[in-house]
């Protein structure tokens, strides 16, 4: 079956596939936690019993996909031990430390706080239970943070010397923190993240109001996943500008490959279509604007933008997969702002839950989130490639010396199991988001003293 393909072929694939089944779940999870923290909090502040319904309603979902995002996560994580050991020996003293403050902080705020979030809401008081689900929310962030830390090391190395035995090893812990590239990277994750869970919440709003438009639940969760759309997709937009303009500082090749430039040169056109080809340098069947990439990129018409040309061909990245994957997480991106607009723009008519066209794009627009976080791991990831550490260490030469046979069987193994596994889980919170939000069971909190019976239903149900 993998015959043509070599161990380390088969060790970049695995953990790309491993990665891109444990994205989705951190990316729903951290915006699924801050989600829960407004809902709550709106419901302490105006008692409107349509808050808790969707905190109900939310939670059940939330702890689900929270499980099986600490579930991939530490499958992926022994990777680091099986299939890239030369990478852990060398950047361990650096990737180490930040991954270990990962659970010290943030993992263990988040465990701490879960059961009194899921299963305390009729046990504890109702301050006290807010505050639980607002670590959880912090907890997530911070998880992002030290995560995000990590990879962007990789991606633009700060506050390291090397030792004698050829170790990165830290010189500066606050450069290697907050390295050049971190906090753009962080906040275009958390912002893609907020925006993810934001279309899913407008999705199944948008699927209930299609069904009954009076739905009180779905209409509250429709109008406040539009209102998030309408704000954040665009200031996305300049995050993502930002984070480009610093990549083109700190991994110039990268960019390039984003933009389809094999040749460096003044007033580059910007491709919007085409099809880049590696062995002639040139974007075949090209559909682009003189001089638009030198103002995106540089603000400056007759700058000049480095191109592929500047760099051997064994330090190219994979251009095709690097230049696709950007138009995607850009397309998307291009249709939140189209459905923040468009849902603007109907709240001002007074039809925001009557277009039924906005209701079935917005249905349409559900998953377009995750793709987006996909095609834009994919262009970080892939458009690093060769390296594993940027410009210091090879991809080549940080893998495991096993052989393919190894790699293959695990891969398989991992093949199966998760599209067993996380395929079932993705179909249960389907079927969970399925369900009607009005019909979720809510205890009587007009005394602040919920029936046991009430209490019990509950539980059970989480």
Known sequence: MFESFDALFLARFQFA???????????????????????????????????????????????????MGVVSGIVMSYQF???WSV????????????????????FFLE????????????????????????????????????????????QTPAGYAMNDVGQFVVTDWFEVVFNPSFPYRLAHMLLAAYLTVAFVVGA???????????????????????????????????VGDFHGLNTQEHQPSKVAAMEGHFHTEARAPLYL???????????????????????????????????LDQYPREDWPPVVTVFWAFRIMVGVGMLMVLAGLWSGFQRLRGKLYDNKTLLRFSLFMGP???????????????????????????????????????????????????????????????????GNPEQVAIPDYAKHKPTMAAERIYDEEV
């Open 273 to 307: 279509f085409g099809m880049p080809n590696e062995e002639t340098a040139e974007v075949d069947y090209a559909l682009k604007v003189p001089g638009l990439a030198s103002i995106i990129l540089k603000h400056d018409i007759d700058a000049e933008v480095t191109g």
């Open 368 to 434: 377009m989130g995750f793709v987006a976080v996909i095609a834009g791991w994919i262009v970080t990831e892939v458009g690093r490639q060769p390296w594993v550490v940027y410009g210091l260490l090879r991809t080549a030469d940080a893998a495991s010396p096993i052989d393919k046979a190894g790699v293959a069987g695990s891969l398989i193994a991992f093949i199966v199991v998760y599209f067993l596994v996380f395929g079932a889980g993705t179909f249960y919170i389907l079927r969970k988001m399925a």
């Open 87 to 106: 990478f852990s020996d060398k950047a361990g003293p650096v990737i180490g430390p930040l991954m270990g403050y990962e659970v010290l902080t943030a």
């Open 17 to 67: 596939f491993t990665i891109a089944f444990h994205i989705i779940f951190p990316a729903f999870t951290i915006g699924v936690a801050s989600y829960l923290a407004v809902l709550e909090g709106l419901y302490l502040k105006t008692r409107n019993p349509v808050y808790q319904q969707l905190f109900r309603y939310w939670v059940k979902i939330f702890a689900v996909a929270f499980g």
């Open 204 to 238: 199944v709003g948008a699927w209930h109001l299609l069904k009954d438009k009076t739905n009180a639940a779905a209409r509250k969760m429709f109008s406040m996943a539009m209102w998030m759309a309408l704000i954040v997709a665009p200031l996305q937009v300049l």
């Open 111 to 154: 465990a701490g706080f879960l059961g009194v979030m899921l299963f305390g809401m009729n046990k504890v008081g109702e301050k006290l239970h807010f505050f639980a689900t607002l670590m959880v929310a912090v907890g997530t962030a911070i998880s992002a943070f030290w995560i995000l830390s990590v990879n962007s090391w990789m």
């Open 81 to 83: 031990g099986t299939n």
